[in-house]
């Protein structure tokens, strides 16, 4: 167990396999693993126009602060910065809410007397705004449908004043007069801003451009990291990045993307760059997020089983055949370890990750999917004996399931989603992949969820030797209706709704079949409290199914209405008193909602003549110590 503040739990991560590197796989390693610390300060920009501003004040007091320690004041500052450096600024990293500080205004006054503010490019006022008015920057993503999602968003991806219609019809004659079957990724890699006649344009991420000192540090980590590189093929993909990140222009991020999913033979690989769009409230414009990996052999056996059986799943799918892809190629499937995570994964880390995310790409050219298993088990370890089954599952014999199959079908589920799930399918011929825009992201994840719960229970699986028999999936079902009716509620705060697309995902799927099956599942109460009871498995398989093919179509069609429709009635609202109970009865558990991780630290070893003779990995770093390292070393904006 590490450190433990507000809601969140840090947990620390082994790296197996580094310490037997060849020295040059090392290196790679460590440059790689310096290209994804050095992009850090893009992503606290993009995510508050304030964010490094106030991270730069907030950690000048913390280091040069004097007073007691034992004041309420000083302890609600402590947790506020750690807060702020969980989430890469000021707002929740899974709610989006600006935080409340618990100190007073007082404190902070005095502790800025002695400061000049105008070094941090701050006033008074401003800062005390920002930190203490909770109707300043209120939310990081808006997506409450009605409201302007821009206007109402305080992330740093659109001007100020910038409205979503004008953002939408700026976006959309881009992609009018974009190629039609191999479109770039618009609007992915820059800010939308005004000119000064008010027409709009794009300033883009790039070196001599947006974050231009920051993306040049990385590519000087880059070129070094190139010298390493494992194979011929591996170092094409970092020059091709290099380029990109030169460049800016969308085209080679895509020949970059095409070479990175064509290189399988390293045991090394890394993502680096603009990535993800769960940050954009119109899912367009990427958080930046960097890691390194090193391949697991032992559990990559399962993955691949699953992929060269892709077109097996690809063909016994219960979705519309017109829907299906006729060709099911290259999804790339293994299991890793993570050597370093940074940006958008830092500290709070996916556990699956598949890409690229351009949808022709992955059509032409496939994906590459991967389970982070160093990450899982560094869940699992903290999760058993947490108290939150005895107190959840409905009864001995479930809880019995879960002990003995739910690790294997915890791993398997993420395998399939991410492996198969996500690669699945095809749009119809002219379908906009943004047709389904703020929903889009949503609809995605279950659509990868559910294709993992309707094959988890598949005896092909067992054929496989994937699942030891044909009860094991039953373990799944369970926990992650339990997760989806119940326990994923733990992470909402009383009176919020969900916001999160894999939370909401979650929701969905599980309220959907709550609502249509109700001889399959049922919520049931018992000494006052709610559990989830499943009484017919087989059954739950067939609503899954259902669910998935409907979900297929709304995607393959670009079904905006129908999509709005499943997500606003199954994946927002919860059920006040449910959330209520949930939370009391969590709260005596006394468990954190949130994990995130603390980086392994990697340092260069020399010999008496200046020669690198080893990188040493040490993983005793604290939190904060942590944090105040990566703001002085990798400072960069
Ligand atoms: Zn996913």
């Not at 052999?297 to 979705?319: G, V």
């Not at 020399?606 to 939190?623: K, L, T, W």
């Amino acid at each position: 167990m590490t450190e433990r503040f507000a809601d969140i739990q840090l947990l620390r991560y082994e790296v197996p396999g580094f310490s037997s590197l060849p020295l040059r796989q090392k290196l790679l390693v460590y440059y790689l693993a310096e290209a994804s610390l050095l992009g850090r300060d893009i992503l606290w920009d993009q995510n508050c126009s304030y964010g490094l501003r106030i991270r730069n004040v907030l950690e000048t007091i913390y280091t040069c602060y004097d007073g007691p320690r034992d004041t309420s004041d000083w302890q609600a500052f402590v947790v506020y910065l750690k807060r702020v450096w969980f989430s890469n600024g000021i707002h929740h990293h899974y709610s989006y809410k600006k935080f409340q500080p618990g100190f007073s205004r007082e404190f902070l006054l005095k502790e800025t007397e002695s400061l000049d503010l105008s070094e941090f490019l701050l006033t008074k006022e401003e800062l005390m705004e920002i930190i203490f008015n909770p109707n300043v920057m209120p939310k990081r993503i808006n997506q409450t449908d009605g409201e302007d999602l821009l206007l109402t968003s305080s992330c740093n991806y659109y001007a100020e004043g910038i409205t979503s219609a004008e953002a939408e019809t700026f976006y959309s004659n881009l992609r009018n007069k974009a190629d039609k079957k191999r479109p770039p990724m618009i609007g992915l890699n820059s800010r939308l801003e005004r000119n000064a006649d008010g027409t709009l344009y794009e300033n883009v991420y790039r070196s001599g451009g947006l974050y231009g000192t920051a993306i040049d540090r990385i590519c000087e980590a880059l070129d070094i990291a190139r010298q390493y590189a494992e194979n011929d093929k591996q170092r094409a993909v970092i020059d091709k990045l290099v380029e990109f990140y030169k460049s800016g222009n969308l085209k080679d991020f895509d020949d970059y993307a095409i070479l990175w999913v064509e290189e399988t033979l390293g045991e090394i690989d890394f993502t680096n760059g603009f990535t993800e769009v769960y940050g954009d409230p119109l899912g367009l414009k990427a958080s930046w997020e960097g890691y390194v990996n090193i391949i697991d052999h032992e559990a990559t056996r399962r993955a691949k089983a699953l992929s060269d059986n892709a077109e097996w799943f690809e063909s016994n799918s219960p979705i519309d055949s017109r829907f299906k892809k006729t060709e099911c190629r290259g999804v790339s499937a293994k299991v890793i370890n993570a050597a370093i995570l940074g940006g958008d994964l830092y500290p709070s880390s996916a556990i699956g990750i598949n890409l690229p995310n351009s949808n022709w790409i992955r059509e032409e050219y496939g994906s590459k999917s991967v389970t982070i298993a160093n990450l899982t088990r560094a869940y699992n370890v903290a999760a058993r004996g947490s108290g939150m089954r005895e107190e959840f599952v409905i009864d001995d014999d479930t809880k019995k399931l879960l002990e003995h199959y739910g690790d294997i079908c915890d791993d398997l589920h993420t395998d399939l989603h991410e492996c198969l799930g996500h690669g699945s399918g095809k749009l119809l011929p002219d379908v906009d992949s943004e047709a389904l825009r703020s929903y889009g992201s949503t609809i995605e994840e279950a659509r990868a969820d559910l294709f993992g719960l309707y094959y988890i229970a598949d005896p092909k699986l067992v054929e496989l030797n994937l699942t030891p028999d044909a009860e094991a999936y039953k373990a799944q079902y369970y926990s992650y209706l339990m997760n989806g009716l119940l326990t994923q509620m733990i992470r909402i705060e009383e009176g919020q709704q969900l916001e999160e697309a894999h939370m909401r995902n979650r929701a969905l799927i599980s309220n959907w079949v709550l609502e249509h099956y109700p001889t399959a599942v049922q919520i049931v109460c018992k000494n006052d409290k709610h559990f989830v009871c499943i009484s017919n498995y087989p059954l739950l398989r067939r609503a899954f199914g259902e669910l998935l093919a409907e979900v297929q179509r709304i995607k393959s069609e670009g079904d905006f209405a129908a999509a709005r429709n499943l997500v606003e009635q199954c994946g927002i609202k919860l059920n006040p008193k449910l959330h209520r109970e949930i939370l009391k009865r969590h709260k005596q558990l006394n468990l954190a909602p949130y994990k995130g991780f603390i980086n392994p630290k990697y340092e260069l070893v020399r010999n008496e003549e200046g020669d690198i003779i080893d990188v040493s990995i040490s993983c005793d770093e604290a939190y904060d110590e942590q944090m105040l390292r990566y703001s002085k070393q990798y400072k960069t904006l």
